[in-house]
């Protein structure tokens, strides 16, 4: 079993910055791919960023290419996700995750996924 936990959601501006964290407990987070997800009111689950277990590989959606960089220190258990530019379209619900099974590439698909944190509140006012 694998616990996520996301922090350092809040209230932005539109153009402003956050950081998320997605700290991890149980088993050996390096063997796991991440991916950090989100969901507006009204809206299905949308895949946003994910890395491969290495950290050789990322994925973004193009909603957040060249705005939002996901990274992983595993020395500390933790995925980032660094959002800049942000745009009052990013409010929503972001969620981090990860895969036991699909780990040398990074997939968009929720149900490659096999655990999930609580999600942290991210809205961005205009």
């Known amino acids: 079993q694998v616990q996520l936990a996301e922090s350092g959601g809040g209230l932005v501006q539109a153009g402003g910055s956050l950081r998320l964290s997605c700290a991890a407990s149980g088993r050996t987070f390096s063997n796991y791919a991440q991916g950090w997800f989100r969901q507006a009111p009204g809206k299905e689950r949308e895949f946003i960023a994910g890395?491969?277990?290495?950290?050789?590989?990322?994925l973004y959606a193009d909603s957040v290419k060249g705005r939002f960089t996901i990274s992983r220190v595993d020395a500390k258990n933790t995925v980032y996700l660094q959002m800049n530019s942000l745009k009052p379209e990013d409010t929503a619900v972001y969620y981090c995750?990860?895969?036991?099974?699909?780990?040398?590439?990074?997939?968009?698909?929720?149900?490659?996924?096999?655990?999930w944190g609580q999600g942290t509140q991210v809205t961005v006012s205009s």
């Open positions: 890395i491969n277990w290495s950290g050789g590989r990322t």
């Open positions: 995750a990860a895969s036991s099974r699909v780990v040398r590439v990074v997939s968009g698909i929720k149900t490659d996924y096999d655990y």
